[in-house]
Every structure is written in structure tokens, then in C-alpha cells.
Nanobody, 125 residues
Framework: QVQLVESGGGSVQAGESLTLSCAVS????????IAWFRQAPGKAREGVAS????????FYGHSVRDRFTISQDNAKTTVYLQMNRTKPEDTAMYYC??????????????????WGKGTLVTISS
């Protein structure tokens, strides 16, 4: 069972940056897909960004493209989500997940098998 642990959430002002981390219990190259999702109160879960770890191919949701960046460390143990030019609508619980690579390009939660417990991000205006 793959374990994922998110960290780095907090409260910042709109326009500021924040970096989330996802510590993975296995070598990330062994996983077909790792993704970030978010869920705001009263809203459906939304795919934010995903990566094929072995090839470093990355995908982004339309609402975060050009503002957020998904990356992984050289040790292949951590996946990051760099959040730039943040907006109040980015406020949500952010989750890291791993799963089937078929669902990676569209960042769909249906195909994710393993989930972290989440980290809360609050963006104030």
C-alpha cells in the first residue's frame, strides 16, 4: 500500500506563493501517475495537476495552468505543487493521490487508488 503525506498548507494573501509537498513511501518512478486534487467547501473535487513520474510529463487543470507547477525531487520521494499568483478561489483542501496512468492526463480522481489526508490552503483577498 502506497502512503502519501501532504504538507505545506497554510494561509497567504492573494498573489503570494505557496509550495505543497507530497511525501511518497515508494520510489515515485514506480508509480504510473501522481496527482494533486483539491476540494473547496460545498464543491466537487477538482483535478489540479498530475505527472507521469518516470517521464516527467505533466498535466494541468485549466484553472491553474500557467500559475501552478507540479514537480518531483531528484531523490524520487517527494512531489511538489508550486502555487504562484494565488487567488481566493484557490482556497481548498489539497490532496495528493496516485493511481492508473490512464486517468492522469485528464486528472480524474476515479482512477486514483491511494490518497493522502490532505493539507488546507487558505487564500485571503
Amino acid at each position: 500500500q502506497v502512503q502519501l503525506v501532504e504538507s505545506g498548507g497554510g494561509s497567504v494573501q492573494a498573489g503570494e506563493s505557496l509550495t505543497l509537498s507530497c511525501a511518497v513511501s515508494v520510489n515515485t518512478d514506480s508509480l504510473p501517475c501522481i496527482a494533486w486534487f483539491r476540494q473547496a467547501p460545498g464543491k466537487a473535487r477538482e483535478g489540479v495537476a498530475s505527472i507521469f513520474p518516470a517521464s516527467n510529463t505533466r498535466f494541468y487543470g485549466h484553472s491553474v495552468r500557467d500559475r501552478f507547477t507540479i514537480s518531483q525531487d531528484n531523490a524520487k520521494t517527494t512531489v511538489y505543487l508550486q502555487m504562484n499568483r494565488t487567488k481566493p478561489e484557490d482556497t481548498a483542501m489539497y490532496y495528493c493521490a496516485s493511481g492508473d496512468r490512464r486517468w492522469c492526463p485528464a486528472i480524474i480522481d476515479y482512477g486514483m487508488d491511494n490518497w493522502g489526508k490532505g493539507t488546507l490552503v487558505t487564500i485571503s483577498s
